[in-house]
């Protein structure tokens, strides 16, 4: 009898945890689904324009199961999108978002992907290379997660020469408002009197962090491009165009 009910406990126990597996946050579906960024469709949520099983759901946190629920957005429903994966050379001028006010170029206008995509991180505007570009949240997500620290190398074209003692203190790690940088890889492929060309490697993801590093030890930034994420590169992408990530390609980053 004891056994039985000891048992019984257990199946419940892994039913319970096999419901919550299936189990989603509903902005998170929202957003897989392509209706807008997760933070936007959390606004939609809240607005009480999103319908779950013809109920209206307006309070957070908020689970779906996104295989057997109806869900509807302003009255149409929601279909789940097939997952897509992009790699962008992106050219200087161009953004990274997916909203801009001032009307500029994004990195989203040049992929005709036809379902919402946005970028995995961000390049700021002056800044050329290599970016995934991506409507699986979930990936990118982890792959923009300081705890994962995927490598990311970058080109850089500085004003003067670059000394020793500047490359030991890039290596060692900066530090900016934020602390002190983690340690990066520094290799030195050209130097002058006049500027200096720098292959430096990093794990971090902060706001213009190679130039505000160089900055700091009196190296000005005249051009930066990103050559490589992981072991995505631009070889054979020339500049402003993308192609389709491959299946071991996309399952290296999940594996990452």
């Known amino acids: 009898m004891i056994?039985?009910?000891f048992s019984n406990i257990i199946l419940k126990a892994l039913s319970d945890k096999q419901l919550l597996m299936a189990e989603q946050r509903l902005q998170k579906v929202?957003?897989?689904a392509g209706v807008d960024s997760r933070r936007k469709c959390e606004e939609l949520i809240l607005s009480g324009v999103v319908h779950v099983n013809r109920k209206v759901v307006d309070k957070l946190p908020a689970f779906v199961d996104p295989e057997k629920d109806f869900i509807t957005v302003d009255g149409k429903k929601i279909h789940a999108a097939q997952k897509v994966y992009f790699l962008l050379n992106k050219p200087r001028g161009v953004i990274c978002t997916n909203s801009d006010p001032q009307g500029r170029k994004k990195a989203i206008d040049i992929i005709p992907a036809g379902q919402r995509i946005f970028c995995v991180g961000r390049l700021d505007i002056d800044t050329?290379?290599?970016i995934i570009l991506t409507n699986d949240s979930e990936l990118a997500n982890r792959l923009t997660h300081?705890?994962?620290g995927l490598a990311k190398t970058y080109v850089v074209r500085v004003k003067g020469q670059i000394v020793g003692e500047a490359a030991e203190k890039l290596k060692r790690g900066i530090w900016l408002a934020e602390g002190k940088t983690a340690r990066s890889s520094v290799k030195i492929l050209r130097r002058s009197h006049?500027?200096?060309?720098i292959e430096i490697t990093i794990r971090q993801g902060l706001n213009r962090q190679i130039?505000?590093?160089?900055?700091?030890?009196g190296l000005p930034v005249k051009s930066l491009v990103r050559t490589r994420i992981g072991k995505l590169n631009t070889r054979g992408l020339g500049v402003g165009k993308f192609r389709t990530l491959t299946r071991v390609e996309v399952a290296y980053l999940k594996k990452v």
């Open 3 to 5: 056994l039985r009910s």
């Open 30 to 32: 929202l957003a897989a």
């Open 128 to 130: 050329s290379g290599v």
């Open 146 to 148: 300081p705890r994962y």
């Open 194 to 197: 006049k500027e200096s060309l």
């Open 211 to 217: 130039r505000r590093m160089l900055a700091r030890v």
